[in-house]
T-cell receptor, first 112, second 115 residues
């Protein structure tokens, strides 16, 4: 079945450093979504990417969808302590009635 | 706009007991999802409803789990009997669009501990 792999599992950075998490799917995706889950909280939607090669930016966050629509990345520039949490990618398989497959997430800690 | 409501927030039961969780989605959202999130992992879809019909329940352990969405609004998820490996956070989410397109709004979850 469809699998979504995410690396790294953990990332510890000094405040101000950059951070990147990568997501890879075993199959071509219809779309990919990114969610952030703060410690003790629930997943909160960040963005959805649909088009091959798409790049979207939200302030210090840059999201990319690969040309083959099988991989994606999230890059945070100049991390802040408020960026702490677990970042999940979730891929939607082909077809009109699919469901999201979540990766295991990348847990980001930021040292002030 | 009110968010997705879930209750209870926490539940501790012994194995072989039964438990039920309740979810009230955002008003007007036709699609409702139940996810299981085991510690250290991403959410795993258990069941997806479109209005009051089941779209996908392929990963629902039907020998012990059941879910319903009466009148296409509120939903309940039941486990009977519970096993130790059912300890997890059960998340309810809703969305406006069909087929897992677009933003999913998650509730706060119910943390279940099975002893």
């Amino acid at each position: 079945g469809q699998q979504v792999m995410q690396i790294p599992q953990y990332q510890h950075v000094q405040e101000g450093e950059d951070f990147t998490t990568y997501c890879n799917s075993s199959t071509t995706l219809s779309n990919i979504q990114w969610y952030k889950q703060r410690p003790g909280g629930h997943p909160v939607f960040l963005i959805q990417l649909v088009k091959s090669g798409e790049v979207k930016k939200q302030k210090r966050l840059t999201f990319q969808f690969g040309e083959a629509k099988k991989n994606s990345s999230l890059h945070i520039t100049a991390t802040q302590t408020t960026d702490v949490g677990t970042y999940f990618c979730a891929g939607l398989g082909g077809g009109s009635q699919g469901n999201l497959i979540f990766g295991k997430g990348t847990k980001l800690s930021v040292k002030p | 706009e009110a968010g997705v409501a879930q209750s209870p927030r926490y539940k501790i039961i012994e194995k072989r007991q039964s438990v039920a969780f309740w979810c009230n989605p955002i008003s007007g959202h036709a699609t409702l999802y139940w996810y299981q999130q085991i510690l250290g992992q991403g959410p795993k879809l258990l069941i997806q409803f479109q209005n009051n019909g089941v779209v996908d329940d392929s990963q629902l352990p039907k020998d012990r789990f059941s879910a319903e969405r009466l009148k296409g609004v509120d939903s309940t998820l039941k486990i009977q009997p519970a096993k130790l490996e059912d300890s997890a956070v059960y998340l309810c989410a809703s969305s406006q669009l069909q087929g897992a397109w677009g933003e999913q709004y998650f509730g706060p979850g119910t943390r279940l501990t099975v002893t």
